[in-house]
């Protein structure tokens, strides 16, 4: 379910730019974007698990294969994200590439969610014990939230919003942002019905890069609307 998440993902992409595309790409150009987002994301996604779980790698610090296990979505969004601006300097570009990324991470992260949810309790994704009717046994014979379709639901819920609201967000750049901005403020909230480890102020080392992440998201958002807007006339 992650492979097919990423191809599905990937197919949507490039459809994506070839319709969005508003400037004039290349073809290598767009690929090295990509490229630059995917180990953007691999790096950031592999920084942040261990963030979150450091007790846990470093019971295991004899067997180095451990730290090739667990991901982060956060970690992967913010690290792709700054993937991907670092391509555009290196490229000499300038302007949001971003808005072709939104959709396929909507498909992508609902689809592999499911794989999350199908592998139980190895993935470590699942939520606390609660007594909800729809609780699901992973196999340990106590009833918890099931988290991973909870951000199926939340991702294709609030994908279908951005999409119907996608003509009203006409500056470049605005639909990944806001898809950012509300994808960071509801892990910020699941994470509270989650196994974690607490970091700070109650506060896992998800839910603290999450809130980071909503924070850099409206900055960047402000200063895309500040960049747009008309000069001030004096009279």
Do not use: N
């Not at 991470?105 to 470590?124: E, H, N, P």
Request: aromatic share 14%; glycine share 12%.
């Amino acid at each position: 379910m992650e492979g097919l998440g990423y191809f599905c993902g990937a197919r949507l992409y490039f459809y994506q730019r070839r319709r969005l595309r508003a400037d004039t790409a290349t073809f290598d150009e767009t690929a090295w974007v990509f490229v630059g987002c995917i180990f953007g994301a691999l790096f950031g996604s592999k920084l942040l698990a261990w963030a979150e779980s450091p007790t846990v790698y470093w019971a295991h610090r004899d067997h180095p294969d451990v730290f090739l296990a667990g991901k982060s979505i956060v970690g992967g969004l913010l690290g792709g994200w700054l993937g991907v601006e670092v391509a555009k300097w290196a490229l000499g570009r300038t302007g949001s590439l971003g808005d072709a990324f939104v959709f396929p991470l909507v498909i992508g992260t609902a689809i592999g969610r499911i794989g999350c949810y199908l592998t139980g309790l190895s993935d470590k994704t699942y939520g606390t014990p609660t007594g909800l009717p729809w609780g699901v046994d992973f196999g340990d014979h106590i009833r918890r939230h099931p988290t991973q379709l909870y951000e199926s639901g939340f991702v294709l819920l609030f994908g279908a919003t951005l999409y119907a609201l996608r003509r009203r967000l006409k500056i470049p750049g605005e639909l990944f942002r806001a898809y950012l901005a509300g994808y960071f403020a509801f892990r910020v909230l699941i994470e509270f019905i989650k196994p974690r480890e607490i970091l700070v102020a109650s506060l896992s080392a998800i839910q603290v890069t999450a809130l980071a992440g909503v924070a850099l998201s409206l900055a960047s958002w402000h200063r895309l609307h500040a960049a747009a807007s008309p000069p001030p006339r004096y009279v």
